[in-house]
């Protein structure tokens, strides 16, 4: 549905060079798929997708949308933003105050290629604004809404003219932390019932964890990696990509052998691990060991026939309500863990933290 | 213990709370200055003087102020005028903001303070000026296109309508232009880029989002220029009496300068136009409020859309640079050029010869042009700094103390901007010609007059400081143990400095180069300097008139400098 190819913007801030925001980037959405750009502030996700639209004119690249090649530098083809078959939520909503919420809705019917008569245009505007749950609110002046309708609205207004896509900016940021939780679940649901195809773009790793058949996590202008939501918080391919989603442990060393099934083992500071080796990783590579706090289990006997078990110390204990946030101090690393309440442990507690050998990944440091 | 924890007590205690006296002396002092002259003006257009010293109500001024034959041309051409100048100058001061906030002009950050460089040129000096440049006897604009195309009559004549149309407009364009620059800033570009994704072309955009959503801001930047130059007086002054073209103000300042003066009549032309401005501004008021509503929530600043124009971005740079050469600059050179001028002649190789510094070295023994320069600095610095001490203290009170009735200061001292500079003079004239104190004359009544009619421009500055001051730092004082005044002195005053630098600047700008209060009120020794190049102008003195111009402005900007180092170097040292 949506095909972008070795995509570049530049933007001119005054030096030779510019700011080079994308860099040769290249993903493609299936259709009725929901696919997240997540990364970090400044990494171009927000040029990205307005590159898709057609609000910023690329400098390199191809992007095809429905089919239809709407950007080309090689062909040099340009559609402009309002001929592309395109919906858009932007993060701050951009309703129009002058306008009632049945006017705003009603909008793109109105200025349309083709001609909508009234009752159609009515009609659709009914459907819309009851797909979102704002039946009711028509005659109200668009700012008198909360934020959260809102939000819906912008969303009904992107929705009405029935677009091949549907692009998404953050639409979630501006939200309280309850009202995004529940906005995150009704806006997938919309999204599957109507089975648009989705591009969204989000900071926030709980958003795209939780919503995305795909997510591209971009780095400076670049994706670090694509997958589906477990793989790229299990098996995250560079040290960027597991540090940027959910919190980390991070161990330095060495690699001394590498396996036929893609284990292996790696010399640490604090004992040699098992572990899996990211593919390409030779004997000899310095790497980092990550593992995911909650992976970890803390012993107050020592384990008898377990891999990956080392000598630690409980450093600091925070009880969280869900679960139990401690560090245990190893040698020369300190690790953070999750565990169960039910632990009783104490700050200075001799322990023993096992690693499982399945959840802990050597990566090229 | 402290005294804090007991102001209810000591309430009771002592008769002269002084946290009470200072609002109920801020109120009297409000009253005095701009509700008693109003009064005054409203009592004496009722009044006619059958004998000297004696007065009986009539309607006699109403009647011989409305209903001359006069009346209609002078109501039309009020009219013609202010509507005129409010849309040339909003259309100049919206394209200026546009192609230098909006629009990838080339240079265009280099034209925002260009575009406001004509602030420091004073309404009679812009009159003078295109009066050398479009008079069709010698403008030098004329004689040149005259020349160049072998023309047989002048082709402008700035002596009419259009040209007081003109000359008051490229006088008041900074104003638009930073009104609608705001108004552009303010506006979420995503509000129009939604729209683009809705299917809406560039031109259906613009129509039905960006001018609708920016309808309201224009509406009122409209009211505010046409209210504005009703009130004026420098154009219709300089250029309107001469032609014969009569304005509201310049009816007002005839019926004063005939013999004798009628006051009467001249009270009740006064009346109507204070009536007029007053809801003008009125209706500005509710403009705004309306504006408001469209201002979308988020405060965060916004990176503007701009317009790719395309190749015709040149067009977009050489019309900033026309404006800059032909608007902004001409009237400076002709000035100074002028200026050394024995006698007034077209810039050429034989004028070349004539140039000397004759004019100035006349200035240098001239008395009255001594007097009038003193008068000015001690007046504009003076307004500037009373204005700002008072504004200051009336907008603590309005919005910090929490007393009961306290937006009834800020009412008050909102009523001067309805009050039309000649207007306000032929007030203060009404109650000081006959005052106990012979302040009349002496610039004392000018003082007076200027703090009056910049009070709401000190507000503006002093609130906008004052609401950011949490009342926790003041309530962190007041708990140490300091006393109100302290606290005020301590606390408040320094964190009010920033608006204050501002508002200071600011009046002292338009006190220098105040003219249609000043017109009625300075005679003989409290002349000041405008009104001196008025006079002189009218003597035909205009060479030497040009060299005052120049003297004027390089003392404007010395003055709001030393000020700015001044303040700047105490801001560093606390
Ligand atoms: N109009 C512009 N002119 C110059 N530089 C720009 C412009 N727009 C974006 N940039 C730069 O391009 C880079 C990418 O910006 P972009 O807005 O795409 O980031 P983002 O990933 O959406 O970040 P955020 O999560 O903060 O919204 C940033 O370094 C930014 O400063
Ligand atoms: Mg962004």
């Not at chain 1, 990205?48 to 090649?69: D, H, M, S």
């Not at chain 1, 677009?163 to 940021?173: C, F, G, I, R």
């Not at chain 1, 565990?339 to 009783?344: F, G, I, V």
């Not at chain 2, 507000?459 to 606290?487: D, F, K, N, P, V």
């Amino acid at each position: 549905m949506i095909e972008v190819k070795g995509l570049v913007k530049i933007y001119d801030d005054g030096s030779n060079a510019g700011v080079k925001a994308v860099d040769e980037i290249s993903f493609t959405v299936e259709e009725g798929r929901f696919y997240t750009l997540l990364g970090p502030s400044g990494c171009g996700k927000t040029t990205t997708l307005r590159c898709i639209a057609g609000l910023e004119k690329a400098n390199g690249g191809e992007i095809i949308v429905a089919g239809q090649k709407v950007y080309s530098a090689n062909e040099n083809t340009y559609v402009p933003a309002y001929r592309r078959p395109i919906g858009m939520v932007f993060q701050s909503y951009a309703i129009w105050p002058h306008l009632t919420v049945f006017e705003n809705v009603a909008f793109p019917l109105r200025v349309g290629k083709e001609k909508v008569s009234n009752t159609e245009v009515k009609k659709k505007v009914t459907t819309a604004l009851e797909q979102v749950e704002l039946g009711g609110y028509e005659d109200r002046m668009a700012t008198q809404l909360s934020g959260g309708q809102q939000q819906r609205l912008a969303l009904a207004r992107a929705l009405v003219r029935e677009p091949k896509v549907l692009l998404l900016d953050e639409p979630l940021s501006n939200l309280d932390a309850k009202l995004r939780e529940r906005m995150r679940f009704e806006l997938r649901e919309l999204q599957r019932r109507l089975r648009i195809t989705t591009l969204y773009v989000t900071h926030d790793q709980i958003e795209a964890l939780s919503m995305s058949n795909v997510i591209a996590v971009m780095n400076s202008g670049v994706i670090a990696q694509e997958g589906g939501p477990r793989d790229v918080y299990l098996a995250p391919k560079s040290k960027f990509v597991a540090n940027f989603i959910g919190s980390t442990n991070q161990l330095p060393g060495q690699v001394i052998s590498v396996g036929s099934d893609a284990m292996g083992r790696v010399r640490t500071e604090d004992g040699e691990i098992a572990c899996a080796i990211l593919e390409g990783l030779k004997p000899g590579s310095n790497v980092v060991v990550v593992v995911r706090p909650e992976s970890l289990n803390v012993h107050l006997q020592k384990p008898a026939n377990s891999a990956n078990v080392l000598d630690a110390k409980i450093g600091a204990a925070m009880f969280l309500g869900e679960y139990l946030d401690c560090t245990v101090e190893l040698g020369h690393n300190v690790l953070q863990t999750h565990q169960r309440h039910t632990l009783e442990i104490r700050r200075g507690d001799p322990v023993w933290v096992e690693l499982p050998p399945a959840e802990c990944m050597a990566l090229p440091a | 213990m402290s005294t804090v924890a007991i102001p209810t007590t000591a309430k009771q205690s002592s008769t002269l709370d002084p946290a009470l006296l200072v609002p109920v002396v801020g109120a009297g002092i409000l009253i005095y200055l701009a509700v008693l002259p109003l009064f005054m003006l409203v009592m004496g257009s009722f009044q006619a003087e059958v004998a000297p010293r004696e007065f009986v109500y009539t309607l006699k001024n109403y009647q011989n102020a409305y209903a001359s034959p006069h009346t209609y041309s002078t109501f039309v051409n009020s009219l013609i005028f202010a509507g005129g100048s409010a849309v040339m100058t909003f259309l100049f001061g919206t394209t200026l903001a546009w192609l230098t906030e909006r629009t990838n002009t080339p240079l265009r950050s280099l034209f925002v303070p260009i575009a406001v460089i004509p602030l420091i040129l004073p309404g009679v000096l812009e009159s003078i000026a295109w009066i050398f440049l479009l008079s069709p006897k010698f403008g030098y604009v004329n004689v040149w296109l005259m020349h160049l195309f072998g023309l047989q009559s002048a082709p402008f004549n700035v002596f009419s309508l259009p040209g007081m149309i003109w000359v008051h407009s490229v006088g008041q364009v900074p104003l638009a232009f930073l009104m609608m620059t705001a108004a552009f800033k303010s506006m979420d570009p995503s509000l129009e880029e939604s729209a683009m994704m809705s299917g809406a072309n560039t031109w259906q955009t613009f129509k039905r989002i960006t001018l609708r959503l920016l309808a309201p801001t224009a509406g009122s930047v409209l009211l505010i220029l046409f209210v504005r130059t009703l009130e004026s007086f420098e154009t219709p002054a300089l250029i309107g009496i001469p032609a014969r073209i009569y304005v509201y103000t310049s009816e007002i300042f005839l019926a004063f300068n005939e013999y004798p003066p009628d006051y009467g009549r001249g009270g009740a032309l006064a009346v109507g136009l204070l009536l007029l401005s007053s809801f003008g501004v009125w209706l500005y008021t509710r403009a705004t409020k309306e504006g408001k509503k469209f201002q979308t929530v988020t405060g965060k600043a916004f990176r503007p859309r701009q317009f790719d124009l395309g190749p015709w971005r040149w067009a977009g740079f050489a019309f900033l640079m026309v404006y800059f050469i032909f608007v902004v600059l001409l009237p400076f050179l002709v000035l100074f050029w002028a200026s050394f001028l024995p006698f007034f002649a077209a810039p050429s190789w034989s004028a070349l010869d004539k140039l000397s510094l004759d004019n100035y070295r006349y200035l240098s023994t001239f008395r009255p042009f001594w007097e009038a320069m003193k008068n000015s600095i001690i007046l504009s610095t003076l307004t500037a700094t009373v204005a700002m001490v008072l504004t200051s203290l009336v907008a603590w009170i309005v919005y910090k103390s929490k007393l009961r009735g306290a937006w009834i200061l800020d009412v008050l001292a909102f009523i001067p901007i309805t009050i039309p500079g000649i207007v306000m003079g032929m007030a203060l004239i009404l109650l000081y010609v006959a005052f106990p104190i012979p302040i009349y004359g002496t610039i004392w009544v000018l003082l007076i007059a200027y703090v009056t009619r910049f009070i709401p421009y000190g507000m503006r500055a002093s609130s906008g400081s004052i609401l950011q001051i949490h009342s926790e730092l003041e309530e962190a004082a007041a708990a140490s143990g300091a006393s109100w005044w302290e606290t005020f002195k301590r606390v408040t005053l320094p964190l009010l400095r920033p608006g204050f630098v501002a508002g200071w600047i600011y009046i002292c700008i338009v006190s220098f180069r105040e003219f249609s209060t000043s017109v009625l009120l300075a005679t003989g020794e409290s002349r000041v300097l405008s009104i001196l190049l008025f006079t002189m102008f009218e003597q035909g003195q205009v060479t030497i008139v040009a060299a005052i111009g120049v003297l004027m402005i390089v003392t404007l900007l010395t003055v709001v400098g030393i000020f700015y180092k001044l303040t700047g170097k105490v801001g560093i040292q606390t």
